[in-house]
Every structure is written in C-alpha cells, then in structure tokens.
C-alpha cells in the first residue's frame, strides 16, 4: 500500500515529466506552448498592474549556409552557444523560447513603457552576431528582430501578438536583417485592418480582392521565356496594393493559409489554360509553405486541383518549396515530396543555398529544379567572396544533375557573370517585374535578351581567375579607398603577382600564360593598376592623402576596363 511520501513522489516525478516535454531539447529553452502559457498570464498581469510588455519573434540568419556547408551537427553546435548566448541577455522575469531551430521568441513583461524594451533588443542582437567556436571553425551570424507591444488600442489574445511579432520579424528581414523592428497596432487600426487582422484576411478571398502577377522566367542566351513564377497580391479597398510580406505572414501557422494556397494554384492552373487557348505553352510556378505542403490531405487536394484543368500536362505545374519552411525531420520532407512527385508536377527548392538542408539530405530530394536564393546573385560583382558562394551553389546543382535557376538578377552585367559560370535560366527586376497576366504574353513576344548574352559563352574551371579578376580589383578598390579615407588601418597588398588573378596570370612562368600574345593588353591594364594604386599609397604615406585620393576614379576606371579586357578575351578565345 502506497503511503503519503509514494504520492507526493508520483506527483513530483509527474510535474517534472510535464516540464522536459514543453523545453526544447537542443537548447533547454520554453518551446511555444510553455511560452504562450507564460505570455497569457503576463496579459492579466498587465490589465491587473497597467504595465507592458513585449512579444519578440527572433529568427537567426545565416545558420543555413553553415548547416548546408558543414552539417547538421554544426549548425545544431551553433544554435546550442548561440541560444545560451541569448538567455544570459536577459534580466529575471523575462523569458526566451526556441520554436523551431533557428526561431526564436522572448516575453518582457512589466515595462514602463514601449522604450524600456529597447536595450533588451539590442542585446540580443549582439548574442546573436557573438562570434561561435564550432570545432575548429569560428562562425558568425545575425539575428532579425520582430516586436508586438501589449495592450494595444484594440484587445489582442495570445495568437495575434504572436503574429504580429512575426509579421514585423519578416519586415525586419526584408529590411536588411540584423535589425528589429515593431508591429505598428496605431497604424493597422487607422488603416481599417484590425490587429485581428486573421478575419480580414479570410474576407478578402470571399470578396475576390486578391489577385495574381506573373514574373517570367527566361533563358537569357536563347531568349525564350521558359516559364512564369505566379505571385500573389492583395488589392485592399483602403490600403491599395499590398505586397504578400504585409498579410502572408500573418496567416502562416493558421489553417487558412492551406486554403488560400490552394486557391493560388487553382488560380495559376486556369491562367494557364487561358495562355494554353492562345497558343502559349507556358508553365507556371507557385509558392507552398509549409503548413500547406504539410496538410495530411495535400497530395489529394493537389490531385484533384490537377484534375479539374485536364488539358493542363501535370508537369507545366512547378511547386517552389521554401527551403526555410519545410520541417526539420528531412526523412519526413523528402517522403512528402516523392507522395507530391506521384501527381507529376515539377519540384523546386526555392531560395537554395540558405537552408538548413545537409549534402546527403539534398540528394535524397526529388526536386529537378534549385532556385538560388537572390542572395548570392547580389553582390557577385563586387564581393569576391560572394561570386565564389554562387559559384559552390552551381556547382552543387550540377553535381546532383538539377536545374538551376537564378533568382533576384537585377542587371545586364549580373546575367552576364551567371551565363559565363553556365547558368542560363533566371528571373529577376533585370528582367522584367511581376506583371498582370493581360500583360505578359505580350512582353513575352516581343522581349529579346541584351546582346551581350546572346554572345555569351561558359567559362571553363581552369579560365574562371578571369572572371574573378574584375571582381577582385573593384573589391581591393574599395579597400584602398576606404584605407586612403581612413576607414581602414589595414593596408592594402600592392604586389601585381599578389592578388589571386596575378598569381594565376604568372603562375605558369615567362613562358606560360602572361607570354601569350593575347594577354599583352590585358598585363599592360593590370601592371597600371597596381602601379598607380603603389603610388597612390606612397601619397598617404609622405602625408599627400589628397594626391591620392584625386586619382580614385582613375583606378576605377582602369578596373573596369580590366574587367571588359578579360571578358572579351574569354569569349574570343573559347569561340576560337
């Protein structure tokens, strides 16, 4: 027979089994659901006391390319310091949580005001950007900010500060990251959008205010537009245009963003059947987060989308899959895509190459398409590092045989640097902008690829210094420049033979590259460089900083010529 001692043991053994179950295991944080039970006691607390608080969403930036780089054991390492990082931020009373990995969120409660937050957030920042040891690897992240303040001027429950926390993160983000930034209540309610903007939402679909625009996606040597990427946006009666960042967010853990997914394909599939009756094969792209791909009943439902536009071949369909949005367990993505490749449609992973996603992981998936994230098209010009990422990304997708796509090409001169690394396929605001669907077979017909790409040629692994030449020197420009200003006391290396195209260039010896005729010019260009950067140098040096300074456009203007040297070369040489 049980006495007092062997109950008060059950009970004490049972509290603590409760407690394990709503802590994260990798970080020993809250999860969601010991943080919103936290966060309702916090609300009464603050209409019994007349104090506020803050809901925080915190989304770590970067832990993708270090889990895709170096494996999930890594980044995982990573997450565990920075986490700890984090909560010793924070003073007593406030809370932190770990939802999903790299997503985070914190309760401050009993604030004096909206300001008081604000050296929380900033510490938290900084936790996230600490430098991490990871083996023998230091890493370096960042982190994005999300705010909701309570009360607001309208009443707001657990659900919708959490939302709004997370729809200020994605502004944050797309803002620039590494920065917070807070849900606006004042605003949505003078606007005539409630903070339980949910209901909204779901009105809008009933009163047919939201509609699709379609950016092409083309191939920039031969010109012909391969597909069409269907966006959706909301014309809002008060508002106007609203882009998908300013409600989708919103809707992202509740059960009407299946049907409103589902409304988007249904909506893409009829657009193209209308393209299909004016004798346009034109396959379209769509967006799947991830509680729709997720729904137990989502292969039917796509199924049966399929079905009801049977002139429509199931592969003109492309499902994009946000590589940020799957579920952690791979095993359970990989077995959720083959169920989604049963009905015949194309797979995409979308923003590829900022994912938690592992090498092995990757392999497994039966996606034909990879779609680079804008990300590391960007900079490509100007960041050698940058150009060296995407070049690593191509080079992934061509040893897995998928397509790549590049996304986010905003310039002729960032299209020619994808065709010579081989990628052909792209879309971007260098191409054209998402457009009404009345407009794009019309630009479809009469749009021409620059010149210049129609011309263009690969460049093969052994000729790529040149393509990083360019990149390079514009880079240790700014290096001088920022050195000659002041901003850097590092000074720049001087040596012809130091920078990597001058190391490849001579590499080979008086008889090797450097003796062929066809680089004279180009050897000529980069001996003036790097003569008139020494000199440039030596005028800081004897206190004639101006001197120096005056002569910077000069050597950007020589980099550049540098740069069209090299290109012409490469293509005059390869058509040879």
Known sequence: MKGPSDNNGNKERARRSKQIAHFDELTGLPDRVLLEDRLRKAIAQSKRWGQLLAVVRLRLEGLEAIRDRDGRQVGEQVIAALARGMKRTLIKGDILACFEGDKFAALLPALEDEQACLPALNRLLEAAAEPVRAGDAIYQLSGSIGVSIYPQEEDADVDQLMRQASQAMHLARAAGKNRYQFFDAAKEVRLGVQPESLERIRQALAAREYFMVYQPKVNMRTGIVVGAEALIRWQHPQRGLLPPAEFLPIIEDHPFAVELGEWVIDTALAQVEEWLDAGHDIPVSVNVGARQLQHPDFKDHLAALLAAHPRIHSSRLELDILESNPPEDALQLCILLHKCRETGVT???????????????????????????????????????????????????????????????????????????????????GIAQPMPAREFLGWAIAWQPDPRWSEALSVSVDERPM???????????????????????????????????????????????????????????????????AGMVKFHAQGRNEEGLARLGELKDLVDKLADLLNFFGQKSEAA
């Not at 996603?357 to 779609?371: I, N």
């Not at 920022?482 to 720049?492: D, R, V």
Request: hydrophobic residues 45%; glycine residues 10%; aromatic residues 8%.
């Open 347 to 429: 797979l995409a992973l979308d923003n590829f190459g900022s994912s938690h996603l592992s090498l092995s992981e990757l392999k497994r998936l039966p996606a034909q398409v990879l779609k680079i994230d804008p990300s590391f098209v960007r900079d490509i010009l100007e960041d050698p590092n940058e150009l060296t990422i995407l070049e690593g990304v191509l080079g992934l997708a061509a040893a897995y045989h998928r397509q790549p796509v590049a996304e986010g090409v905003e310039t002729i001169e960032q299209g020619l640097m994808l065709l010579r690394l081989g990628c052909e396929l792209a879309q971007g605001y």
């Open 467 to 533: 393509l990083h030449a360019g990149v390079e020197h514009r880079a240790w420009a700014a290096e001088i420049e920022a050195f000659l200003e002041g901003k850097s006391t590092t000074g720049p290396r001087l040596s012809r033979h130091q920078c990597q195209f001058g190391a490849w260039l001579y590499a080979e010896g008086p008889s090797g590259r450097s003796a062929q005729p066809g680089f004279q010019a180009i050897i000529a260009v980069h001996w003036r460089i790097h003569a008139l950067a």
